[in-house]
Structures are given as structure tokens and as C-alpha cells.
């Protein structure tokens, strides 16, 4: 529609005609967006689009860029986060669009959500950041059209979302774990079922946590308590998992890939709770086991 398309009954030309687009600190005069906000566009998009897996995305997509480490984390915090809070960020978004988001082109909508999480969720961020960078990509996406309803949405959001009241637990419990702590309706529904609403909630909020990095030691070639003492050096954070009997929490600094105890095979990365997957099958030796889902192969490679 050209710059048509309405925000709260307004149509965007006329509303915002002549009203210039927010700039934050650190903008270039190029208008070109940063390169790791575009990287978590596109990850975002295809992962609307296409259902591609966000993990294995990312990595790809890490691993053919240039981004510093810095700007690789602050990319991995925008995609995950954007997905982890998809829930609150539709509903506030809702407020200003008279257009369910799914009807919306999925690059104009992912960009909407991207720049709505570093709004709503980001410290780092100066929300008028937020809005230029949003329109700096979808610009350098190639949907030019879609601008002013970019900016006009993520502006008013910025001044208006303190003031949307979320659902509340007590009087609409399924909508406050959708819509406030952003869990898909299907879960919420389950887990009210299940548990209750303070349960459910307390649940959903612990998923909305980020979670630890964690690996787990290949015990064929090095017990976890040596791992543990040689990986202390380089992360000082480093402790044993709660639970799995291989697994190390590392903290939330660094890279274990590019550590060397991982490029000799020491270890690999995986989250304690895949591992405890494994120490509940038990395998045992002479045993055949069939991996079905096997991608990338963190568990069977935990099997055999």
C-alpha cells in the first residue's frame, strides 16, 4: 500500500507527514543499518518464514560473518529474545496496528517484533535507537514501502506501552501466560490444566530466563573434574551441572568453540537438560540405538 496502511485508524501520511525519523546514538549518515541487527532480521525472517530452526540458523549465519564477539552475543540476545518474548511483544504491538501481524508482509513483521524487543526488553538500547535502526533495515532489506509504518508503529509503542495493562493471572490466567509471559496458547492451556495458574506461571517465567551455557565432558578422553580445573583458567564461572554427572556450567562469557578443550574433543556443548535425557535412556554397552531425530547429534553422540 505504499505507505498507506493505517496505525490505530490514522493512515501514516497524513498522521505523520513532515515528522522525521528518530535517530539514536551512534547513527551513521549512510542510512545503513548495523550489521548485527540485520543478521537477527534475517535470521528472524526465515525462521517466520520458512520455520527454519533458530539455533542452527544462527550458527550458520554466525559463522560466515565478521561480527566481533561483542556483537555476535548482542546478535544471539536479539534473535532469541525476540522469539522468547513474541508473546507480550504481538500483544503490545496489536495496540498500534489495525492488522493482525500475520497478515503483515513476514519482513515487515519480524522487523517490527526486532525492533519492539530492544524497546520493550533491551537496557542497552535507547529506544529511539531502536526505531531508526528498525527502519535502517527494512529499508536495506529492500522493503522501502514499508518505513513509514515501521517507524510510525515502534514510535508510538516507545511512548505508549507503559501505559497498556497486561492480563492479569487472577482474572485471565491463559491470557496472562500468552499475552504477558508469552508462552505459546497450547502450553499455556496445559499447563493450567496440569498445575494451576501460580504453577503455570512460575514455570513460565523460569522458561523465560536465559539459559546457562553449559557442555558436557567426553569422558572417553578426560574425567569433568580435570575438564573443570583446565577450563577455570579461561572461565573463571565455570562449576558442575546441577544434575547431569558430565555436564559444566561455563557461565555466560566467552566462546567455547574457539576454546582449545573443545577443538581437541575435550567437550561439546549441550544443555543439561538434553544430557539428562540420555542418563534416563541408560544405555549399556552391546546395546543398539536408533536416534531418530538426530540434528546435529549432541545426544547420540552422548549414547555411543
Request: charged residues 25%; positive net charge; contains cysteine.
Amino acid at each position: 500500500m505504499q505507505g498507506e496502511s493505517l496505525v490505530s485508524g490514522q493512515p501514516i501520511r497524513r498522521k505523520y507527514r513532515g515528522r522525521p525519523i528518530m535517530r539514536g546514538p551512534g547513527s551513521g549518515r549512510s542510512g545503513a543499518p548495523t550489521r548485527t541487527r540485520l543478521l537477527a532480521l534475517r535470521a528472524l525472517e526465515r525462521v517466520q518464514r520458512a520455520g527454519a530452526f533458530a539455533d542452527l540458523l544462527l550458527h550458520s549465519l554466525l559463522g560466515r560473518s565478521a561480527l566481533n564477539a561483542a556483537d555476535r552475543a548482542f546478535a544471539t540476545d536479539l534473535v532469541y529474545g525476540t522469539l522468547r518474548w513474541r508473546g507480550r511483544i504481538d500483544y503490545l504491538l496489536s495496540h498500534f496496528l489495525d492488522r493482525d501481524l500475520e497478515k503483515l508482509e513476514p519482513l515487515v513483521a519480524t522487523a517490527l517484533r526486532l525492533g519492539a524487543y530492544q524497546i520493550l526488553f533491551s537496557e542497552r538500547v535507547p529506544p529511539e535507537a531502536a526505531v531508526d535502526e528498525s527502519v535502517r533495515c527494512v529499508r536495506a532489506a529492500g522493503a522501502e514501502r514499508a518505513t513509514g509504518l515501521v517507524n510510525a508503529v515502534l514510535r508510538r509503542l516507545a511512548a505508549e506501552h507503559a501505559q497498556i495493562a497486561l492480563p492479569s493471572l487472577e482474572s485471565h490466567p491463559l491470557e496472562h501466560l500468552t499475552h504477558a509471559l508469552s508462552l505459546p496458547p497450547w502450553i499455556a492451556a496445559r499447563w493450567l490444566e496440569r498445575y494451576g495458574a501460580a504453577e503455570a506461571a512460575e514455570l513460565a517465567q523460569a522458561s523465560n530466563q536465559p539459559p546457562p551455557l553449559t557442555l558436557r565432558t567426553n569422558r572417553t578422553v578426560i574425567s569433568r573434574d580435570s575438564l573443570l580445573d583446565e577450563l577455570r583458567e579461561r572461565f573463571p564461572e565455570a562449576r558442575r551441572c546441577r544434575h547431569a554427572e558430565d555436564g559444566i556450567v561455563l557461565g555466560r562469557r566467552g566462546n567455547p568453540a574457539l576454546d582449545p578443550a573443545f577443538l581437541a574433543g575435550r567437550f561439546t556443548v549441550q544443555d543439561e537438560a538434553s544430557q539428562l535425557v540420555v542418563a534416563l535412556l541408560d544405555p549399556q554397552p552391546g546395546e543398539q540405538v536408533l536416534d531418530t531425530c538426530a540434528a546435529p547429534g549432541g545426544k547420540a553422540t552422548a549414547i555411543a
